[in-house]
């Protein structure tokens, strides 16, 4: 879980690269031990290539865990266990199972490993324990580590999920209820400008992905990945300064949605 | 230009607005049938039916009534379709609405009464990203 430390975006190492987050699974929650999975086509492990082999994660989509509550004295929360059944990457007939445990009340974003004892080549059944009317649990396979190329010389890093909550007044009451909306999921890289081919400027336009790892305080250890998926930079204006000044790039963007894993634990993808 | 300023003056809020739709089967009417919640909007309109008879070389226009009717509609934030299509929505039956505007701070109110309504139209509109609304349009025999 995540420490009680203050981020530093001095330490935040920006990483990019073309292989998108591939959505395996989806877990509609209709009622506790009971999902739905109307968002898979048919056969759906066919549709998705995790064939050479690959760390699956648990990501809470859209609404986090805890939806359902509706007891005044709320009583303690339960997690959400996702177990998936499949092949290993070699398609060895012996199935491997992976089991993930999603925390009580974890919010949209959040990604735990589903651990297993190698890492999953397809996947033929999920089932999950807890959970409640409204989650929903995606299991992913990240973009290998060897993808991803560094930006670095980067000044600035800011990205905003925008609001997905919208309030439904009655009469004098602002707020009646909620129903989620679209976020504006937003980006935006400053960086030093290197040449055309490097970094920001070689990755305008096009759909990337976007890893960013938090350091603390200098040390080698990373103690969270952020992955974001479907980043495209629209606009990325290169000024050239003055004598003895900077050449800058400050790239805004939009991405899909965002997936951040702790890495001070087994989740860590580069284990 | 007068400007009014007399204390009588009061303005109604949709906030305040509370209606209500009866079951209006001839004799003493029944328990109100859908008392609307999340009411986006109220309307309610009296048009004529007007022939014209223009004359030669004239900008002067004759004209002549020749029928007149009254139009409702309410808009609804939409939650389900029971309560406002088998409820308040049969063709065959006649409703009557109530709509009572209340001051709070006056305690000032009015209230409008629309009787044998016939339905009109059902509609539902919406976008991708927001609230569904549902609107109903009744045409009233009289209102008072």
Redesign the interface.
């Known amino acids: 879980m995540s420490n009680r430390t203050v981020k530093n975006q001095y330490e935040a190492q920006l990483y990019y690269s073309w292989c998108p987050i591939q959505e395996v699974w989806t877990i509609d929650v209709t009622a506790p031990d009971t999902y739905t999975d109307a968002e898979n086509v048919a056969d759906s492990t066919q549709c998705y290539d995790i064939s050479a082999g690959y760390n699956l994660y648990a990501l809470v989509t859209d609404n986090p865990i805890g939806v359902g509550l509706t007891e005044l004295e709320c009583t303690e929360g339960q997690p959400v266990v996702v177990t998936v059944n499949g092949n290993d990457a070699t398609y060895a007939q012996s199935a491997q199972t992976g089991v993930a445990t999603v925390p009580a009340y974890s919010q949209v974003g959040w990604a735990v490993l589903i651990v297993a004892d190698n890492t999953f080549g397809a996947v033929t059944s999920v089932s999950i324990t807890g959970g409640s009317a409204g989650e929903k649990i995606t299991i992913i396979a990240l973009p290998a580590v060897s993808t991803f190329t560094f930006i670095g010389f980067d000044q600035g890093f800011s990205w905003d999920e925008g609001t997905t909550s919208?309030a439904?007044p009655?009469?004098?009451v602002s707020v009646?209820h909620w129903?989620r909306?679209?976020g504006e999921a937003t980006l935006s890289i400053s960086q030093l400008y290197q040449s055309f081919n490097r970094a920001l400027t070689y990755i305008r336009g096009r759909d990337f992905t976007l890893k960013a790892e938090i350091h603390d305080d200098g040390g080698a250890a990373i103690s969270e990945y952020i992955y974001f998926d479907k980043c495209r930079l629209a606009s990325n204006p290169v000024t050239v300064g003055a004598d003895g000044a900077d050449i800058t790039v400050s790239a805004d963007g939009m991405y899909q949605k965002m997936v951040v894993i702790d890495g001070t634990g087994a989740d860590n993808p580069c284990e | 230009m007068s400007h009014l300023t007399c204390e009588s003056d009061v303005v109604f809020s949709l906030?305040?607005a509370t209606l209500t739709i009866y079951e209006e089967t001839g004799g003493a009417l029944g328990d109100p049938i859908l008392e609307m919640?999340?009411v986006q909007g109220v309307s309610l309109a009296k048009e004529y039916d007007i022939d014209e008879y223009p004359s030669m070389n004239s900008e002067y226009l004759n004209h002549e009534i020749i029928g007149q009717r009254f139009n409702f509609s309410a808009e609804k934030?939409y939650f389900d379709k029971a309560t406002v299509f088998s409820q308040a929505f049969d063709r065959s039956k006649k409703y009557r609405i109530t709509v009572n505007f209340y001051e709070h701070s006056t305690g000032k109110n009015e209230t409008y009464t629309l009787y044998s309504c016939t339905p009109g139209a059902f509609e539902l509109s919406g976008r991708?990203?927001?609230?569904m609304v549902a609107r109903l349009s009744y045409r009233p025999y009289r209102f008072e």
């Open positions: 919208r439904i009655n009469k004098y009646d129903k909306t679209r | 906030n305040d919640i999340y934030l991708d990203n927001d609230i």
